[in-house]
Structures are given as structure tokens and as C-alpha cells.
């Protein structure tokens, strides 16, 4: 159960004196998880047996319960309890989206490691099949944008977001294939799983993701995307932007290796495109 939703849910139903116990575990969390029941009954101007009875209403079988449980709800998210203020004018919007942008493809330029770079670019540019993996909004956009980049430069390339499948094309991936896989938190236990069956079979892996996590410690090549997150729970994730300029990064190297083969695969396909979408006009964005 999570106490934080149920007060917020139903504060409206409360009696006045269950509002203002509500009122301090919302907007004092701090006192609450470590006062006594003495002291929230006085901060909240209630008696202690009131006190008790809301925990019983929050489904709680004691103070002692009820205080368990809120640590464990806080632990999973405290600053979604009282979000960081922001103002929502357009334009001011607008600034923190972009320069939050900015400054994760200023940090990750800083960060990178052009070897690890090298070794990957090496490793997908040789590739006889390449496997993009990644589950979840943000590393499934990644391993799309992968497949993306690289079939237009005459790779072959597939991407998955499912586990099971991801399994199965590992299982039958060959020494000369390469498995690249993204994710954001590192934690993805199954993404870990096809990089130590693909180790065991002696096919390259590739990870995308934060260092020293357990998906880093299981791949071949680690490119760490190391970023800070704000607080504003609001705002999509600003990594996000890390991670596809790290995609655009090795692609244009895989291009660079495979100038031949990418430079006419990116013809036909822009001809394709000047002819029937573009009528005759080769003025629209290079490659799209």
C-alpha cells in the first residue's frame, strides 16, 4: 500500500482532525517519520488513541506499523511528495528543457572515452548482424534509433524490446554478430542475461549505459553514460539526449569505416525519397 497516494486520494474524506494528521505526513515528512506518536498527536493537536485510529484507517495494525510503512513508501519516491517549484510560463519551460539538453551533451562530450568508442565502432562496423536491444520508454527508443542509424548505412540490423525475443535472437546469433544493448539504469536483469549467453558463445556485446552497473560488468565494450537528474519530476528525462548522441556518434564512425558500402546504400535510399516523396526536390534533410 502506498500511504502517501491513499492520503492524497482520500484527504477529502477524512474528519478534521484526521486532516491535520494527514496535512503534517505530507507537507513534514521529515518530523513525521521520526516522531512519536506523543508528538504527532500534539503537533496535530489530536490525542495519541486518535492518532492510532487513523493508522487503523490507513490499514495499518499499529503506530509502529503505520511508521514502517511510511519509510518504505517515502524510500520509493520522497521528492514526488512535494515537487520542486517551477514556473510553467512557455517560455520558462522551454529554457529548462533546453538547457538541461545542453548541458547533458556538454557532459557527455566531457566523458566520453574515444577508446571505448574505437572498440565498439570497430566491433559494429564488422558485424555480420547486429542485435539492438533495450526495454522500457527510454532504452527501447534507443535500440529503435540504432536500428535507424545503421540500416541505412548498409548495416544489417534488427532491434528488440521484448525479453523473450531479445533471448532467442542471442541464442541464435553468431560469432560474427554483435549484440549492442542500452539501458539507462544498468539494472535490466534480462539484458544481462543475453550479454553473459553471448559472452559464453564468444559474440561481441556492446552496452550503453551507466558504469560499474550490472549491465556494464556483463558486456564486452561499456560506453558510461554518467549523468545527474534533477528534481523536477516533471521533465522528461535530459539523459535522453545523451544517449542518442552517443548513437549518432557511432554511426557516423561505422560510416567512416564503411565508406564504400554506406555511400552508396544512403544514395539509393535518398533517390528512393527525391523520387517519390520529394518530387524531384534534393533539398529535404540528408538520409530521412
Known amino acids: 500500500m502506498d500511504i502517501f497516494a491513499t492520503l492524497q486520494e482520500e484527504r477529502s474524506q477524512f474528519s478534521a482532525s484526521e486532516q491535520r494528521i494527514a496535512d503534517i505526513l505530507l507537507g513534514d515528512f521529515d518530523f513525521a517519520v521520526n516522531a512519536s506518536i506523543i508528538e ?16 487503523r484507517r490507513l490499514g495499518c ?29 512557455p517560455a520558462d519551460v522551454a529554457e529548462d528543457v533546453i538547457t538541461k539538453a545542453q548541458n547533458a551533451l556538454f557532459l557527455i562530450h566531457r566523458t ?3 577508446v571505448m568508442l574505437e ?28 536500428q535507424n542509424r545503421l540500416f541505412r548505412l548498409g548495416s ?18 553468431h560469432s560474427n554478430d554483435v549484440l549492442i544493448g542500452s539501458s539507462f539504469s544498468g539494472r535490466n536483469q534480462e539484458l544481462v542475461r543475453c550479454f ?19 549491465v556494464a560488468d556483463a558486456a564486452e565494450v561499456v560506453i558510461g553514460i554518467d549523468l545527474p537528474e534533477g528534481d ?6 535530459s539523459t535522453r539526449f545523451a544517449f542518442l548522441a552517443v548513437v549518432d556518434i557511432l554511426a557516423s564512425l561505422v560510416a567512416y569505416r564503411n565508406r564504400k558500402l ?21 533539398r529535404q534533410i540528408l538520409g530521412d
Open 61 to 89: 495494525q499499529s503506530f509502529a506499523d503505520f511508521k514502517v510503512r511510511l519509510a518504505k513508501s517515502a524510500f520509493v519516491g520522497i521528492r514526488y511528495l512535494n515537487p520542486e517549484a517551477k514556473s510553467t510560463e
Open 156 to 173: 544489417r540490423v534488427t532491434a528488440s524490446s521484448d525479453h523473450n525475443m531479445q533471448l532467442m535472437f542471442t541464442a541464435a546469433a
Open 262 to 282: 554506406s555511400t552508396v546504400t544512403l544514395r539509393h535510399i535518398k533517390q528512393q525519397l527525391v523520387e517519390h516523396r520529394d518530387g524531384g526536390d534534393d
Open 196 to 214: 553473459k549467453l553471448a559472452q559464453d558463445n564468444g559474440i561481441s556485446t556492446v552496452a550503453l549505459t551507466q558504469s560499474g552497473s550490472p
Open 112 to 114: 566520453l572515452d574515444p
Open 119 to 146: 572498440k565498439a565502432a570497430d566491433r559494429l562496423s564488422r558485424a555480420d548482424m547486429v542485435y539492438a536491444f533495450g526495454s522500457g520508454g527510454n532504452s527501447s527508443l534507443i535500440a529503435s534509433e540504432i
Open 232 to 237: 523536477n519530476i516533471y521533465r522528461p528525462t
Open 40 to 55: 504527532l498527536a500534539e503537533k496535530a493537536e489530536v490525542s495519541p488513541p486518535t492518532v492510532t485510529r487513523f493508522c
